[in-house]
């Protein structure tokens, strides 16, 4: 592209320790690259975690992205790509001066990058209310009206009383609760109570629809989630991590995109400077690329 | 710009030693030195920063050490004992080692070597220092919220059980991580992008070639240690499991997260130690570096090696025999470009004319340590005698060999080398003398005892000891007296060297890189022409004038640029 190969602009500042537009031009271009780089190092630490804990424990993982909402993901997935593409076309605006398209693409990325962080919410929230959360704050609930009985409750209380909670309003909870308040009971030695038809889940299985526990007995149901694997929490550990960490760099992004749209209202770009917007750019397509891969690892796991 | 008028600002102002305007004395006040853009301030900054840490964890060796001289308890208890070789270690890996030369020197001179007039990123520079400082400070604050106690290396599952501030020092080398990164970053943009005309990659200075190897290895492993962290983290506050076998998780799993950076860390902490090395060894022989390439190509080879040996901290820790066995075979190749330097270093001293100033003597120094250091490390890397020797004193001896031996030694060659151009003042080089023989001897004493007291199956981090090495263990003791009067003698003549040192010329040793063409200590702006770099080894370019006191090259239209590019 011509545009790069001379360097950036003309009438753009040029920082007194570099030569000429170019030489910075392409300094900022490599050191962006590098960072670039650490940035996949980074979650590629987090995808060895994920894939050693998935070779020793596949079961964990085929249990837990039942309640992953796929179409969610998906959504998620297409919001992305689009905004990658405006991200593209801020850069092209940038580069032909067209200050008032580069505007518009930047607000158009930004309602994107805020339309992913919208669809993440819900799900968070959707787990938020099904206690599957990580590590520690795995509690899953039988279902919604439930779920919001003991909520308070089970949100400042920990270890064997919220069991106690959970099995007292749920007189017999199914065999996915009772697994899973066996473990956060702990040594509490909370009695296992008998399954009942009454208490069941009426979410359909995920298999069929969106998250929710699976209806368990069901013969159509699918086996690997039918009972819950020990350290089922550990699959929505890492979804937390992965995603929470990705979120964080989205956040960043959104940061970096109100800084460019203040440089493109104070005139910075009107020269066909274009450096910023391109680096930002490049930050964005990398964590879409990123997402790419976790909606592949974690939602689309059979 | 015409080349007469340079010239004569060139050269004329070299031999002045006059209270000219230098980085030094351009802006007044703290502020304009916390929020400089400058790289020579940063580097300074830098140096006082990790020389206040090196300070901070040779004092914590000093304690233990102490604790070491007789069995049993003799000035703490086992409890703090833990703490403070976790202190030391942790101290000195991440808050003085790692960013060490780099940050320092590397900041300093880099750009210098390159004509150029700053590094390709300042705002980053000085990011990167101000993330030094945060994460240092999260770091000593950990150790005031109660220290840590799980040795360096934070292995788990202690680390994620014990109740000492594993978070708040872990957290510390996580930001400390991303600061190494930036000046990693900002040294492989500089050097890619900022040589000047007629230093191609093979022109450019070695020390360069090692500053640029150091940064891949920064800027590839050191990702990998922040997510290590942050995940021992997540581990700790929330209970992930990851590491937890309770949970599934497996303990080993941290190793291999952690070495996978701290392998290569190590490289991090030594190559830039043999770029010092090549400098000195060339120029106080007065010789043209022997096998400029093979040094050059050296380096990158260890930087890539350095990525494939980590599982060899792993032979005792139940890995498949086969794994073991490549990665002991993999060990034993870095010992090839290692040789490699070594040998052309002798090579470069062969029929030299020797100069024993101080830093020549911290370069005869390094060779020598340094090649005990590395053979002992193929005892290490051989499956059979690793079996016996693991988690010995031979380890900790071996380490301290090839960090201290090979890394800090260099550090304090360079520092000596440097120091006039730094700050425009030789020091007195007959106590740089005595301080480099005392550390010299000191050091051994200090280390080689506890090679032999390891291979007797002393084990490492013990607080007790066996009667039979308390011999071994006192004079190991006696031995870092000897190293800290050595370092207190250094500070005391440094210091002198700043209030009253003899002014230092532009060209002190009479070496030919491009930092010794401009004034001590360097203006604000470094050069005021463009430059031209030839060989930087080319050391018959110059010639001893007696009148200033220093080297003048011979023909000073060599080193400009001779076409008008700028613009």
Redesign the interface.
């Known amino acids: 592209m011509t545009a790069h190969g001379h360097g950036d602009g003309d009438g753009l500042r040029i920082?007194?320790?570099?030569?000429?537009a170019d030489?910075q031009y392409?300094?900022?271009k490599?050191?962006m690259w590098?960072?670039l780089?650490?940035?996949i190092?980074?979650?590629?630490?987090?995808f060895?975690?994920y894939t050693?804990?998935r070779v020793?424990?596949p079961e964990?993982f085929i249990f837990g992205h039942h309640f992953l909402d796929k179409g969610l993901g998906a959504l998620n997935t297409v919001i992305l790509i689009c905004s990658s593409l405006t991200a593209a076309w801020a850069v092209r605006a940038a580069q032909l001066k067209q200050i008032r398209m580069l505007k518009l693409m930047l607000v158009l990325t930004m309602l994107f990058a805020f339309g992913f962080l919208g669809v993440k919410g819900v799900e968070y929230n959707s787990k938020w209310k099904h206690g599957l959360l990580?590590?520690?704050?795995y509690k899953p609930h039988v279902d919604h009206e439930q779920a919001t009985e003991v909520q308070s409750v089970e949100v400042s209380i920990a270890g064997a009383e919220v069991g106690a909670e959970v099995i007292e309003h749920d007189s017999a909870g199914d065999t996915v609760t009772v697994e899973s308040e066996v473990i956060l009971v702990g040594e509490g030695g909370a009695p296992v109570p008998v399954p009942g038809e009454a208490d069941r889940s009426k979410i359909a299985p995920a298999a069929e629809g969106p998250a929710g526990l699976a209806a368990p007995g069901s013969e159509e149901a699918d086996d690997s989630f039918e009972v819950e694997p020990?350290?089922a929490?550990?699959f929505f550990?890492?979804y937390f991590?992965m995603t929470g960490?990705h979120g964080i760099h989205v956040l960043g992004g959104i940061a970096a995109f109100i800084w460019l749209l203040i440089g493109a209202r104070r005139g910075d770009f009107d020269s066909g400077h274009f450096t910023r917007v391109d680096m930002v750019a490049l930050y964005w397509h990398v964590v879409d690329l990123i997402w790419i891969y976790l909606f592949l690892l974690l939602y689309l796991i059979d | 710009m015409a080349v007469a008028n340079t010239v004569l600002t060139g050269d004329g102002q070299n031999a002045g030693v006059g209270p000219e305007e230098n980085y030094i004395n351009h802006g007044k006040g703290i502020l304009s030195w916390l929020f400089t853009l400058d790289h020579k301030r940063i580097g300074i900054m830098y140096l006082v920063a990790i020389l206040s840490s090196f300070f901070l964890g040779g004092v914590f060796a000093m304690f233990i050490r102490t604790e070491l001289l007789t069995p049993g308890q003799t000035i703490m208890t086992a409890d703090t004992y833990n703490k403070m070789f976790t202190l030391h270690g942790a101290v000195m890996i991440f808050l003085f080692i790692i960013p060490g030369i780099p940050a320092t020197l590397g900041n300093f001179v880099l750009?210098l070597m390159l004509g150029?007039?700053?590094?390709?990123?300042?705002r980053?520079n000085l990011a990167s220092f101000w993330l030094w400082l945060i994460g240092a400070s999260v770091a000593v604050a950990s150790i005031i919220i109660g220290a840590v106690d799980t040795g360096w290396t934070f292995y788990t599952p202690y680390s994620t059980t014990t109740s000492t501030a594993v978070v708040a020092m872990t957290l510390g080398a996580f930001i400390l991580g991303f600061s190494s990164?930036f000046t990693g970053?900002?040294f492989?943009?500089?050097i890619?992008?900022?040589r000047p005309e007629g230093m191609t990659w093979f022109k450019m200075p070695l020390f360069l070639w090692s500053l640029y190897s150091t940064a891949i290895i920064q800027?590839?492993a050191?990702?990998?240690l922040?997510?290590?962290l942050?995940?021992l983290i997540?581990e700790r506050t929330?209970?992930?499991?990851?590491f937890d076998p309770s949970?599934?998780?497996?303990p080993v799993?941290y190793q291999h997260?952690f070495w996978f950076y701290s392998h290569p860390a190590v490289y991090i902490m030594i190559l830039p130690a043999m770029g010092i090395m090549s400098e000195l060894i060339s120029v106080f022989s007065g010789k043209h570096i022997f096998g400029y390439r093979f040094i050059a190509w050296s380096s990158i080879a260890i930087a890539l090696l350095s990525f494939l040996v980590w599982g060899h901290h792993m032979f005792t820790s139940g890995q498949s025999s086969l794994m073991n066995m490549v990665f002991s075979a993999l060990t034993f190749s870095v010992a090839i470009p290692s040789a490699v330097k070594v040998f052309n270093w002798l090579a470069t001293m062969y029929k030299g004319s020797i100069r024993l100033a101080a830093p020549m003597l911290y370069a005869l120094s390094f060779l020598f340590l340094f090649a005990i250091g590395g053979l002992t490390g193929l005892f290490l890397g051989s499956l059979s005698t690793d079996i016996h020797l693991h988690d010995t004193y031979f380890v900790v001896a071996h380490f301290h060999y090839v960090m201290f031996g090979g890394t800090v030694i260099a550090f304090l060659g360079g520092i000596h080398y440097w120091w006039p151009k730094l700050f425009g003042r030789m020091y007195s080089e007959r106590w740089a003398q005595v301080s480099a023989l005392l550390i010299f001897v000191g050091f051994n004493l200090t280390f080689f005892t506890q090679f032999v007291m390891g291979s007797h199956g002393m084990p490492r981090r013990y607080y007790n000891y066996l009667e039979r090495f308390t011999a071994y263990h006192q004079a190991s003791t006696v031995g870092s007296f000897i190293l800290a009067i050595g370092f207190l003698i250094m500070a005391g003549y440094l210091a002198h060297s700043l209030m009253k040192g003899e002014l230092a010329p532009a060209n002190p040793w009479g070496a030919a890189t491009l930092e010794w063409e401009i004034s001590s200590p360097p203006p604000h702006?470094n050069f005021n022409h463009?430059m031209y770099a030839g060989d930087p080894y080319d050391l018959p370019a110059l010639r001893w004038d007696p009148s200033i006191n220093g080297y003048v090259r011979r023909d000073p239209s060599s080193i400009l640029a001779t076409t008008e590019?700028?613009?």
């Open positions: 920082d007194h320790h570099f030569e000429n030489q392409q300094s900022a490599l050191g590098v960072f780089a650490t940035e190092l980074f979650f590629g630490g987090l060895t975690a050693v804990f020793n424990h964990i990580w590590a520690r704050q020990a350290n929490q550990t550990s890492i991590l960490l | 750009p150029a007039k700053d590094v390709a990123l300042p980053l990164i970053l900002n492989i943009v500089t890619h992008k900022m800027v590839l050191t990702p990998i922040g997510i290590t942050l995940l997540a929330l209970g992930v499991g990851i949970l599934g998780g497996d799993l997260f702006n463009e590019e700028a613009g």
